[in-house]
């Protein structure tokens, strides 16, 4: 009897272990098991998709991904995207380092007023100001141009990375500028070899916040651009959908090929991609 | 389009807000806004509470879960399109059913189905990324705090209500902000699934704002949906921060 009763009790102790890694591998499976499936998908002929689908795609067919590849229009596309993501990163890695510098260590009259207005852009998205700027590049003919598209997507993201910034750059102390201004080193100088290279992580986390911010963009593409050579990856996707939507093992193949870049990219700049995030939305 | 000449005061406000499709985005706006809220936000907490601390493998299964939030809305919307699919023989969902012997679905294609549909994709594409604050949150939470509880005889309930979740609220609060502004804000995955369809059943404030501002051109009229969604951005915005600024005091 009492044999059996420690057993059962043992039993009682382990079973929250057991739920907790049913509920782990469920979790799992519905977050991969999309994934897995297209990649079947598009290493499979058209018709092996149609006629089974779901089993891995043994030997895998190269088919859909060399006829996209060849594609012309593809590689614009990634061009595209590489070149407005590049773009748009620089632009924002550049001014809101400087205007969180201003906001962080430069005393001037109005400098709590404009922050605070300068913040305002976080509660002021793209997509709910989508038809100003629809106007506004229109009017000054930057339609179909990717630099009207680079520069809303600059914009539009300073508000969040001047937040981010500016709060590390308040966190170094001050008497490291104050020594430096003994050393004779001037405000441009401090900020330009001291204060950058010191900020470095927090500039890789903004960075690469928005790269994958500006790489994943759909709908400021889509309503400026409308010539196909300049697509970006995104919108070529949703396009793709729209041309190629009967032939879904083509489709799959197109979704591997457009997702490899976030996905190399994240790879390698997840640990800065989760400060960001986390330093963004935790401070701001 | 130059400046105003014929201003027509309040008269686009006022037909959209007598526009029953309107009123029908609005509507599904806000029932996303609520299972974001209701049911993304505390699975979330709930897995990251059960994996955050203690298992093994915890960076390659956060890797894992927030795989899906680096990738695009639009490879997102596609990819659950071909997942969705009605035929069992190409979509995924239906031939799981189809499988276990129960009815398959056109889960795009109903009126009563179609945004429980999208949401499932909004949680598979965002819960990584709530479960990775909650963790963020988790980790910066003192651990003497907790064994001092634990030695005070504290169980893992009362642990739980008084100890863990308070400390956590800022990081509540945060993850709140973001969902539901992002919730309002949905736009690429619905447009490509069902662009708000079938019968303006999964149409939503962005999608609707789209249809009207580009693809009809009634620039007026899409100009007074969007006035609407930042009014609503701004009422919940501002209530939120008095919020905060009201129970920082506390806290």
Known sequence: MPEKAKKSKKFIEILPVILKYIILIAALLFILVPIVIIIFGGLKTRGEFYTIPYVPPIPPRWGNIVRIVKMPIFWYMMRNSVLVTGAATAGVVIIASMSAFVFARINFKGKSLMFQFFTLGLMFPATVAILPIFLIVRQIGLQNNLIGVILVLTTFQLSMSTVILRNFFMEIPSELQDAAMIDGCNTIGFFWKILLPLAKPSLAAVASLAVVNTWNDLLVALVLIDKEKLWTLQLGTMQFQGQYGQDLSLVSAFLILAAIPAVIFYIFAQRHIVSGLTAGSLKG | ?251
């Open chain 2, 1 to 251: 389009m130059g400046p105003a000449e014929d201003f027509t005061g309040f008269e686009n406000i006022k037909n959209i807000l007598t526009n029953n499709i309107f009123l029908k985005a609005v509507g599904n706006s806000f029932t996303i806004v609520a299972l974001s809220l209701f049911v993304q936000l505390p699975l979330g907490l709930f897995l990251a509470i059960l994996f955050g601390r203690g298992l093994r493998g915890r960076a390659f299964f956060r890797t894992i879960f927030f795989l899906p939030y680096v990738l695009s809305e639009a490879i997102t919307a596609v990819l659950w399109r071909i997942l969705y699919n009605p035929e069992p023989s190409r979509g995924f969902i239906n031939a799981v059913l189809q499988a276990m012997g129960l009815e398959t679905k056109a889960w795009l294609g109903e009126t009563n189905l179609v945004l429980i549909s999208i949401f499932v994709v909004l949680t598979w594409k965002y819960i990584g990324f709530h479960m990775l604050l909650y963790i963020t949150g988790l980790q910066n939470i003192p651990r003497d705090v907790e064994e001092a509880a634990l030695i005070d005889g504290v169980n893992k309930r009362q642990m739980f209500t008084y100890i863990t979740l308070p400390l956590l609220a800022g990081t509540i609060r945060t993850s709140v902000y973001l969902s539901v502004l992002g919730s309002l804000q949905v736009f690429a995955i619905v447009w490509i699934m069902t662009k708000g369809g079938p019968v303006n059943a999964s149409e939503v404030l962005s999608t609707y704002m789209y249809r009207f501002s580009f693809v009809r051109f009634q620039l007026g009229y899409g100009a007074a949906v969007a006035i609407v969604m930042l009014i609503i951005a701004l009422i919940f915005s501002i209530t939120y921060m008095s919020f905060v600024r009201r129970t920082e005091h506390i806290v």
